[in-house]
Structure formats: C-alpha cells, structure tokens
C-alpha cells in the first residue's frame, strides 16, 4: 500500500521498520547474464577491444537431440579392462583392446554410464597425474593405454552447446564446473561459491530436511562443496547456517537435473574463469595462474586487484611454441606475453583449437577475428555443436559489489579492534548477499550491542559510504547497498559512550530512518544529540525515539535542531515522561512546518488542556496523515473535537485513540466513519466506547473500502457483534491488520470467525490474544486457522492455551507457509508437553522467524529439549522465553547448536 502500517496499540512504523521478512526484498537489478544487452555488449567491446559474436540462432526452434544407441564392435583379440575416472570421483572397468580407436573406446564407456551425448566429451590419460589428451581417431595401442592405466572421462574444449539434453551429459558438466570451483581453480568469491554450494546440497542430498540437514550435519564434507579457502576463513558453523538456508528454500518440485542446471547457469553468469583450462606457469617472468578460454586468454590482473586480465582473441594477433614457451603478440596495446612451463604444448593446442573454433563465426562490431598464421593438429568436436562465445562473461568476476565491500571492511575494522564481528550484522549482509537482494535495512535493535562494537560499525559505516570507486572501475563495482533503516533500539546503552558513533553515524551515511528507541538518553542525552541531529539535512527523514525519557527539555532540544531539515517527516516521541508543556512547542512546529506527515506522541501525560493546545496547531496543517495520542489522559469531550477535526481534514489517514475515554461519543465516530473519509489506520483500543457503537463498526468493516487497519481490543464484543464482525470480514477485501485483543468474544461465536479468517488471503496481522480458546470445540477451526491463514503475523498470548487443545492448534504450523512472527506467551503450555509438540510442528516450518513464548511454565530441561528437536532449523532468527524459570548456564551446548537468537 506504500503506507505506514499499524502494530499493536499505536500509529503504525514505517514500512522499513516491519520485520525484515515482511517486505518483499528488491533484487540486485544489474544484468550479469551471458552476453549482456547488445548495448552492453557494444560497450564492453569498445572499452576491451574483445570480439562479439552474433549469434542468430533461434536454438528454442532445434530439434531435440535424439537418443540413439550406437553398434560399438566388441574389443578384438588382446582385450584387456582399462580404469576409466569420471569428475566426480567415482570409477568404471570398461573392456578395450589394442586395436581399437580411442572413439569406439569412448562410446564403450559412454553406454557403460548411460551416456548418449557423448560428443562433448574426450578421453585423457590421468596416469601420471596430468591430462594427456587421446586422439579419437587412433588406437588404443598407438595411444599407449595399458591395463595399468586410468583415463578420465570430461571436457577439453569448454564451449556452451545449443543443446544440452542428455541428463547424464547435464550431470557431467555439472561435476567438471564443480570440482575446478571447489578445487579452486575456477577463482570464485565467498558470496558466489556459497550459493552454487547450496545449489550443490540439494543435488546432492534432495530437498532440506529440518531434523537432520543442521549445522555439524556436514563436518568434513564441507569441503565437498567449497573452496578450502572459503572454508577455512568462517567460522563452520556459519558457513552450515548460510548454506543450509540457502538450502531450505530451495522449491521442493525441483529435480536434481533442474538444480544443476541452474549451477552450470549462475556459475557461466558469475565465474571469470568459467570453463577455462587453467595452468601454473611464469608469464613475463613471474609466478602466475593463467586461463585458456574459447575466447581468449585470461592473466592475473596488472592492477594488483583480484581477479584477471582478459585478452580477446580480437587482441591476439599470433603465438609460437619452442620447447616450453609459448610466445603470444598482442595488439592494443602491441606487447608480448612469454609464457614459459611444462605444460606450453597443452596451452599451444588449445589456443590453436580454439582459434579455428572462432574462424568463420560472423563478427559484430569493430574488431575482428585477426589472421593468425597456425596449423591446428588433433581432433576438435563439431563446430555446429555450439553457440558462439559469450565474452562478456570474461568481465563478470572482476565486478565486486559495495555490499562485499563493507563487510570486508567491517571485519579488517573488527580485526584491527581485536574484537569479534557481529553475528546478527553479518548474518543480514550475508542474506543479502546470499540471495543477491539490494540491503535496505539495519536492525541490531535488542541484540546486547555494545558501545566499542556501535564504534567499529560505525567507522567502517562511515568508509564504505565515501568510497567511490575509480572512473575505469564504476562499471566494475555493483551498487547493492540502499539501506534506508538504521535500528538499534533496546540495547542498554550509557549515551555518552556512544555519541561519537552516532555523530558518524548521522552525519556520514545517507540512512533515512534512524531508531534509537528505549535508549535511556534522558533531557541531557537529547540535548547531547540535538546538534549531530542538527548537521544531517541532506538524508534523515524518520526519527523513532520512544522509550528515550527525554522530557520536555529533549524533545525540545531535538525539534528545534532539526527544524531545518527539509526532508524529516517523522517523529516518533511515545512514551518520553513528556506533559501538557510540550504541546505549545509541537503544536507550533504542526503549524509552521509543512513536511510532518507522522507524529506519535501516545503515552504520554498530555490531558485534555494539552490536546486542545494540539488541536489548535493542527487547525492549521494540513499535512500531518498518523497521529497517536493513545495513552495520553484525554477525556470524551477532547477526542470528540479530535474527531470533528478529522472531518474536516481530509489528509488525515491514521489515528490511534486507544487508551484514552470516549464514552458518550461513540455515535459520533458512527457518523465520522459512515462519511467516505479515506480513513486507512484505527486505533480505539480500551476506549470505552460502548457496546453499541462497536457492534456499529463491526457492521460497516463490511462496505469500508478505505480502512486497512483496525484495533478495537479491549472492548465488549457481543455475539451480535462477533457475527457482525464475521459477515464483514467475509464482505472486506482491503482490511491488512485486525485486533480483537480482550474482547470478551463468546465461545459460540469463535468457530465461525476462525472459519473465516482461515479463508481470507488479505488479512495480514491478526491478533486474539486474552481470549478464552480452552474450550474443545475451537481447537479445530483455530488448527485450520493456523493452516491456511495468509497472516504473517499472529498473537495469541494468553488464550488459556495448554494440553489437547494446545496440541491440536500448533499442528497447523506444520502445513503453515506464510507466518513469520507467533505470539504464545502466558499460555502454560510448559508441564503439558506443549514444547514438545511446538518443537515437532516446526519440524515441517520452514518460514516462521520470531517465537514469543514469555511466561509459558518453561524450565531449563524442558527447554534443553526444545532447542535439541529445533537445531534443524534454519528459518528461526529469534526466540523469547522471557519470564520463564530456565537456567541459561546449563544450557550452554544446546544455545551453540541452534541458529537463531535466545532472549532469556
């Protein structure tokens, strides 16, 4: 809706304040596919001088490759049985003989595996530990194989066939991209060999099982699925949770063929060195790694940056062999590259075969294939087997994103710090990250942050964000850092310890939004920000403070800093110790300034004469669309004029009433909210407001197209009400967000309105809690409730929820696919073996992230076993036992084998 949205008892945050998971994430929208956009490609070629093929072949219109069974000759006279290797480790004895060619060999192995595009492939002698390439149209005599050798099956020219439709081939060329990746030589980065390594486990081991695909499940293996490297500069444990997340959200209906096509794709789309034949050697004279492609040839970059320089064959104007040197010209600039080692004769061939792959290709563009006097000797498969190259692949590892950028940052900042990197921050770049989505937001609120680890944040905050990358780099460097929120609310910080990090913080990012909530800054800590506050004009525009204890002379201080600030429109001042004296300045502030669409100002001691100071100053805006006053000691007759007011200003879209009396004047907002009054967001909660005019509203939900949220909790629904309520929901398609907290709702009248819940996909957040669910005959339509329900949020803490019903209610989580946050606590589901079936229900969840469960009869060996039935895991972020009689001491084993955070 691109609205504020509402929780519980106040004015809605914004958008970026909702859980994370909430939201539909942005996508990196950069292009990194093969071949790019032809003005990419127009452009790659002017910068790079590299070749562009085109490639008119509707390769959607070929006719499917046909599997055809091939009359191989058995072996003559002398047969002997000959190791035949494949990529992925595994053997085969295949009979040969003397006289017959390496082809009919290679057929032999192919049917032995079930092969019948075997076309792709080649035979080389591994035997003395490097690859000796046999040529198919001599004997096995003539090429030396003996029973005592082992020759493997894979690819010598890697090119990109038209089609690939053989699932055995497809398999094939996953275990070649694979093992160079894993083995490193295909250079890769972290962020890359993570996710083709998830990829790789579901191949591998089928879709994620919870209760057994957990972190240790791997040990070893580990290093089946990424590079040493990788492995040995993370912590396990956090290389298992990204990969097994990656994992689990994997589509279950995929097959094992889907799965490595898509490796073969992302690692063509993203690896520099993708299907290039790597070789240690000394070019001009140093040490060096070089690759041999179908396009070119790829070098150690000469800017001492990570990753190679690519030279286009369109740059390659001859090469020579002599003994173990091959001699390469180039053009643009004209130079030489002397490549000397052992293995110059394999480097001459393939440079040859690939070259006169390349001849004859129609060229678009500029540059063009040079005329290089070779002579090619060997085999080469099928030209009209492939597409022509996609170079500008060549470039796609040499690009380096500002998200990988900041965390390497951080940890050298961290590392120079001798402190310990942030596990909730790095697990939310590393998301980002992981699933190639822009980071947008921040959120260390709760997480026991400390001053010292704030500072390094905030340092490395402060270089990433200044850093541009050199003009020959920009389009090198993927932008994929937006973040818009930064949250640090509820960490028990001392705010003189932390004020230099917010001064670098406030003025040296370009967050948007910045929550310091429940930080006890007090008026001096207020007046201590106000002039950092005061400097940041260009980005701030949202600023929650609750819970800070400003008081007047805070609040203040922090409203006149930022009256200059032509972009903050939010402010977020609940709960403060604030009274009547601050009404006079927020009251002017809504007079005179035209950008405030957003005040929250519920509980606090404002009463009836500060209201009327309030009213005053929005008589004269017209701006301001939420605003909260629940909680704030206001009688009927001021929250009778706060509702004329909303008649007549047709801007407002939000407001939270709850919490302060309306009795008397419930006709009136009767007759406010028949009027079309684009009213989006509101909140009545223990308001008083009478039987009456609640079951009103609950009748005309039904017909209201505009109200997106509604909390009436703790009010008296009757039953006609509840049936009201039921009949409406069933008519409204616009309503995201209901409360019937502590609505005394009937028994009778439960099952039919969980029915209805259960059916609708718009309902989004619902919350029931303190209602009386203990009866039998609700635990059926509340499991379906659970079920079906599109809620992503859903509270139901204090339902006198426990044994049967308990049990009955949670199974729905099983099949449940759209929650992500459950509220259970002050149900004493404790005693009854309630975790127990928690922990099973959630053996089939692999969406709900937050798990409230405060004062729920737990104690430490009942939540010992909790946390031993739930380290399977892997979409659980946070758990909160609050309140409950548990010894976090003994729990020490079973906190390390879980993924998610415990709050205690």
């Known amino acids: 809706l691109g609205q504020p949205m509402m929780v519980q008892g106040a004015l809605p945050s914004l958008p970026s304040m909702q859980a994370a998971s909430s939201a539909p994430k942005e996508k990196v929208s950069k292009d990194y596919s093969i071949g790019g956009t032809a003005k990419q490609a127009e452009s790659a070629a002017a910068m790079k001088n590299i070749l562009i093929f085109s490639d008119l072949e509707d390769y959607t219109a070929l006719p499917e490759p046909v599997k055809t ?20 480790g595994t053997t085969h004895q295949v009979p040969t003989a003397p006289d017959q060619s390496v082809q009919d060999l290679l057929y032999t192995v192919a049917d032995k595996i079930n092969l019948w595009q075997p076309e792709f492939f080649q035979l080389c002698d591994t035997t003395e530990g490097k690859d000796r390439w046999l040529d198919p149209s001599a004997t096995v005599r003539a090429e030396k194989v003996y029973n005592t050798s082992t020759l493997t099956l894979k690819i010598k020219y890697f090119k990109r066939p038209k089609q690939l439709a053989d699932p055995k081939a497809v398999n094939l060329f996953y275990q070649q991209i694979k093992s160079n990746i894993v083995s490193g030589q295909y ?16 191949i591998n081991l089928g879709p994620h099982l919870p209760g057994k695909h957990r972190p240790g499940f791997l040990g070893n293996d580990i290093y089946k699925y990424l590079p040493k490297k990788v492995v040995d500069s993370n912590e396990r444990k956090y290389l298992e949770i990204r990969l097994f997340n990656i994992h689990s959200k994997m589509d279950t209906a995929q097959s094992a063929e889907d799965v490595e096509r898509e490796y073969i794709s992302l690692a063509e789309q993203h690896i520099q060195t993708y299907g290039a034949t790597m070789f240690q050697v000394k070019c001009n004279g140093k040490p060096a790694t070089i690759g041999i492609a179908e396009d070119g040839i790829l070098i150690p970059s000469s800017k001492g940056t ?23 010209s180039t053009v643009n600039p004209d130079s030489k590259l002397k490549i000397e080692g052992s293995d110059a004769a394999s480097i001459n061939e393939l440079l040859t075969g690939y070259y006169h792959f390349l001849k004859g290709l129609p060229v678009s ?88 680890e704030l500072t390094v944040m905030a340092d490395a905050f402060a270089e990433i964000f200044m850093f541009n990358p050199p003009a020959d780099q920009k389009d090198l460097y993927e932008e994929n850092v937006n973040v818009k929120m930064f949250n640090i609310s509820k960490n028990s910080f001392n705010y003189k310890d932390i004020l230099p990090a917010l001064c670098k913080i406030i003025t040296g990012t370009p967050f948007k939004e910045l929550s310091l909530s429940f930080i006890k800054f007090g008026k001096e800590g207020g007046r201590a920000l106000a002039p950092y506050l005061e400097k940041n004009t260009q980005y701030l525009q949202r600023l929650h403070m609750e819970g800070c204890s400003l008081e007047f002379k805070g609040v203040a201080a922090i409203v006149k800093a930022l009256k200059d600030n032509k972009k903050l429109n939010t402010f977020i001042f609940k709960n403060n110790k604030l009274n009547e004296k601050v009404t006079r300045l927020l009251a002017t502030m809504l007079a005179s300034d035209p950008k405030i669409t957003y005040l929250n100002l519920g509980h606090n001691s404002i009463g009836d004469a500060g209201g009327k100071v309030l009213l005053n100053g929005l008589s004269r805006n017209n701006t301001l669309k939420y605003f909260d006053i629940g909680k704030t000691g206001m009688g009927p007759s001021t929250m009778k004029d706060f509702i004329i007011w909303m008649s007549k200003s047709y801007q407002v879209r939000g407001m939270n009433f709850s919490e302060n009396r309306m009795s008397g004047i419930g006709n009136v907002l009767i007759e406010f909210m028949k009027n079309p009054n684009g009213l989006e967001v509101l909140d009545i909660s223990s308001t008083y407001i009478g ?15 505009s109200l997106r949220q509604l909390f009436i909790n703790g009010n008296h629904i009757t039953r006609k009400a509840a049936s009201c309520l039921t009949d409406s929901i069933r008519q409204n398609s616009t309503l995201r967000k209901l409360g019937i907290s502590n609505c005394q709702l009937n028994k009778e009248a439960l099952p039919d309105l969980a029915e209805q819940l259960a059916r609708q996909d718009y309902l989004t957040f619902v919350d029931i809690s303190s209602t009386d669910l203990s009866h039998p005959d609700l635990a059926g339509p509340f499991k379906k409730m659970m079920e079906t329900g599109h809620f992503s949020e859903v509270d139901m803490s204090d339902c006198k929820l426990t044994g049967a019903n308990f049990a009955e209610i949670i199974m729905g989580l099983k099949k449940n696919e759209k929650l992500k946050k459950l509220n259970l606590s002050k149900n004493k589901i404790g005693p009854t073996g309630g975790f127990q079936k928690l922990a099973e229900a959630l053996s089939s969840n692999r969406v709900l992230e937050t798990l409230v469960l405060n004062e729920t009869s737990c104690d430490t060996k009942t939540f010992s076993e909790f946390l031993r039935d739930m380290c399977g895991n892997t979409s659980m972020k946070f758990v909160d036992v609050s309140g409950n009689k548990i010894n976090q001491k003994d729990l020490t084993s079973g906190i390390q084998s879980v993924v998610f955070r415990v709050k205690f």
């Not at 030279?311 to 090469?319: A, D, N, R, T, V």
């Not at 039987?691 to 197209?705: T, Y």
């Open 69 to 88: 069974v091939r009359a191989v000759p058995p072996p003559g006279a002398g047969s002997f049985n000959v190791n035949i290797a494949l990529v992925d």
């Open 187 to 202: 250079a890769c980065s972290e962020r890359r060999a993570v996710k083709l390594a998830g990829l790789s486990l579901f």
């Open 306 to 328: 990570k990753g190679f320089d690519f030279f286009s064959f369109g740059k390659l104007s001859g090469w020579t062999l002599s003994k173990d040197t091959v001699e390469v």
């Open 365 to 452: 563009g500029t540059v063009q294939l040079p005329q290089v006097n070779c002579q090619q000797s060997g085999y080469l498969p099928e030209r009209s087997l492939f597409r022509p190259p996609a170079t500008l692949c060549r470039f796609a590892e040499s690009y380096f994103s500002r998200l990988e950028h900041m965390k390497q940052i951080y940890l050298e900042k961290c590392k120079g710090a001798k402190l310990p990197p942030k596990m909730e921050l790095l697990l939310q770049i590393d998301s980002a990250l992981d699933e190639d989505l822009i980071f947008d937001t921040i959120d260390l609120s709760d997480t026991a942050l400390t001053a010292k």
């Open 691 to 705: 039987e009456d005019a609640i079951k009103s509203l609950c009748e005309l939900l039904g017909s209201n197209r």
